[in-house]
C-alpha cells in the first residue's frame, strides 16, 4: 500500500516524522503540527456452519464482483469485532445471529495490503439466508461443493481449507495468521510464543 501523502484534515503535503532523530513509520502534518497516521483497516468476517457446509456469498460490489467470499467486510466506529462481523454477516446474507452467539476463530495481519482480520464462528440449524444488496446470491457449500476456481481472494484459501478441516473434525482452535508479501504464516494462537 503506497503511504499517506497528504493530511487528511488540511490537504497539506505530509513528511517524514522525525522524533528524537528517529524517522517513525508515520508522518507528520507540518501544518496542523500533528502527526498523521495511516492505521490498518480493520476487515471482520463469519465462518458460518451448517453441518459440513460453510455460508459463502457472491460479491455483488468491486473489487472481485461475481466471485465468491465468506461474508465479511469491514469494522466501523462504535462497533465491537463481533458485532461488524454479526452486521455484516446480516448485510450480505440475511442472517441474524446476535454478536453474542459469535465464537473468536482466526485473527491475523495483512501487511500488504494494511489490513486487520478477526474471524469468528458460528453454527446455524437452518440452511436459510438471503442475498442483501452487497450480494448476488448465498449459497452453504461443503469442501467437494466450493467454486473454488470462483473465490474472490484465494490468497486466504489456507484459512478456509482450515475451517473445513475443523469442521470435519469437530474440533475448534484459534488461529492466528500473519500475510506478508510472498509469505504466509499459519498456526493455532497456543503454538505462539511472546
Not at 97 to 116: C, D, K, R
Not at 128 to 145: I, K, N, P
Request: glycine fraction near 6%; aromatic fraction near 12%; charged fraction near 20%.
Amino acid at each position: 500500500m503506497p503511504p499517506l501523502r497528504y493530511c487528511p484534515e488540511c490537504g497539506a503535503a505530509l513528511q517524514p516524522h522525525v522524533v528524537a532523530g528517529e524517522t517513525r513509520n508515520h508522518s507528520y502534518c507540518s501544518r496542523c503540527q500533528a502527526p498523521r497516521y495511516d492505521h490498518p483497516m480493520v476487515v471482520v468476517t463469519c465462518f458460518v456452519a451448517n453441518g459440513n457446509r460453510l455460508l459463502w456469498v457472491q460479491r455483488d460490489l468491486e473489487p472481485k464482483r461475481g466471485a465468491w467470499a465468506i461474508p465479511g467486510g469491514y469494522l466501523e466506529a462504535g462497533e465491537t469485532l463481533a458485532q461488524g462481523a454479526a452486521r455484516e454477516l446480516h448485510e450480505e446474507a440475511g442472517i441474524a445471529l446476535p454478536a453474542e452467539q459469535l465464537q473468536l476463530y482466526m485473527t491475523g495481519s495483512i501487511t500488504f495490503i494494511n489490513q486487520v482480520y478477526v474471524a469468528f464462528r458460528a453454527t446455524v440449524d437452518s440452511d436459510y439466508y438471503l442475498a442483501g444488496v452487497e450480494s448476488q446470491d448465498c449459497a452453504f457449500f461443503s469442501r467437494e461443493q466450493c467454486p473454488w476456481q470462483d473465490v474472490a481472494y484465494p490468497e486466504v484459501n489456507e484459512t478456509i481449507v482450515q475451517a473445513y478441516d475443523d469442521l470435519d473434525s469437530g474440533s475448534f482452535d484459534v488461529w492466528q495468521a500473519e500475510m506478508t508479501e510472498g509469505r504466509y504464516d499459519f498456526l493455532p494462537v497456543s503454538q505462539f510464543r511472546c
